[in-house]
């Protein structure tokens, strides 16, 4: 069907209906622009008018971030295999900086640890007399040889060989308790470093944020995480989309909310070591409703400035149609009808477009 025909129908359709069609406007479309066709209502009707101001304009995009902490501590244990028997601390808890986490099941590791000490304790003790006694021994020997010998050559070769037997005797006391304490030495620091291994401690003052379920009773794996601690220090929100970095600027801030959880609210947060910026870009927190609240893994969402204009020309967005391509206003004539504006907008966003020709300062338009 050619254009006439179309218009020729909406004219007859019209005006069966009592339907005014006002076509009229600043600039007139070409053969091709699509005809505006008025809603049926009153001539007499009182129309909701809105002017043409002068306002900033900006367009946004949404982007996802989440809060980090300065320190993570994700807890492991060293071996595999092993029960592990008390879990000593609940998500939310705080901790100090070397408080128990978590331990293996250690059996009778304890008392082995115990046993060992003392034994080295007692050998170093004996170990220590050898050398006492052998004074004494020595004492006696010259003694005896002095006071109940004739001192004769037979007697002085008997003296020298008693000493060299006591040095010998004493010698082989000597590395029998060195050999035992080396030896215990080795299976106490094997022993203790088992301990060690057994348990898990907080590298910092922080807070359990996460804890792995039914942990008690199971088996250690060395490939498991069992555990998370954050520390207490304020942490930093992240995004992870490139695309959007260069729409931000080192120590501008930008509007962020989060919608649900302890930390729900709105927050300022500003870019900072932008130069590092690559795969991950990170923010921090200028001000906010619920900081006290925030966890790690809290997730908000920014508000990302994408476009803007400043002090131009601009009406509500509802004010503005559109007819295919174009764009048009209602405003009211001289006889209080509706008439038809053909406008030029530009930038879109914030409840607001711009006009770029077709409308002045000051100028009523038809508030949808």
Do not use: H
Not at 3 to 31: D, E, H, Q, R
Request: with cysteine; glycine share 8%.
């Amino acid at each position: 069907m050619n254009n006439k025909k179309f218009i020729s129908k909406i004219l007859m359709y019209s005006a069966l209906a009592s339907i005014p069609i006002v076509t009229v406007g600043c600039s007139t479309p070409a053969a091709e622009d699509p005809l505006i066709v008025l809603e049926n209502g009153d001539d007499e009707a009182n129309y909701t008018l809105v002017q043409v101001t002068r306002d900033d304009v900006y367009s946004t995009a949404p982007l996802k971030c989440v809060y980090k902490k300065e320190e993570e501590q994700e807890v492991y244990f060293p071996v595999s295999g092993k029960l592990i028997d008390k879990v000593y601390v609940s998500e939310g808890d705080e901790v100090k900086k070397g408080d128990i986490l978590v331990e293996l099941s250690v059996g009778s590791l304890k008392s082995d640890i115990a046993d060992l000490e003392y034994r080295i304790k007692r050998n170093e003790m004996l170990l220590g007399y050898v050398d006492e006694e052998d004074a004494l021994d020595r004492q006696n020997i010259y003694l005896n040889y002095m006071f109940g010998t004739s001192m004769s050559d037979d007697d002085k070769e008997k003296l020298n060989k008693n000493l060299d037997n006591l040095t010998k005797a004493n010698d082989l006391k000597k590395q029998g308790y060195n050999d035992s304490l080396e030896f215990d030495r080795k299976e106490l620091a094997a022993l203790k470093a088992e301990y060690a291994n057994s348990r898990v401690y907080a590298q910092f003052d922080g807070k359990v944020s996460k804890i792995a379920e039914n942990l008690e009773g199971s088996t250690s794996n060395v490939e498991k995480c069992i555990m998370t601690i954050v520390d207490n220090a304020e942490g930093f929100f992240i995004t992870e989309d490139s695309t959007l970095a260069g729409y931000f600027t080192e120590g501008e801030a930008v509007n962020m909310r989060i919608s649900s959880g302890s930390g729900k609210g709105n927050y300022e947060l500003v870019p900072y070591d932008m130069d590092s910026w690559n795969e991950i870009q990170t923010f921090r927190i200028l001000t906010g409703e619920n900081t006290d609240s925030l966890e790690a893994g809290d997730k908000g969402e920014m508000t990302v400035i994408t476009d803007k204009r400043e002090g131009v020309l601009c009406l509500p967005s509802d004010c503005v149609r559109s007819a295919g391509e174009d764009t048009y206003v209602y405003v009211v004539n001289d006889e209080n009808l509706r008439e038809v504006v053909w406008v030029k907008t530009g930038l879109s966003g914030n409840g607001k477009t711009e006009i770029v020709s077709g409308l002045s300062e000051g100028e009523n338009v038809i508030k949808s």
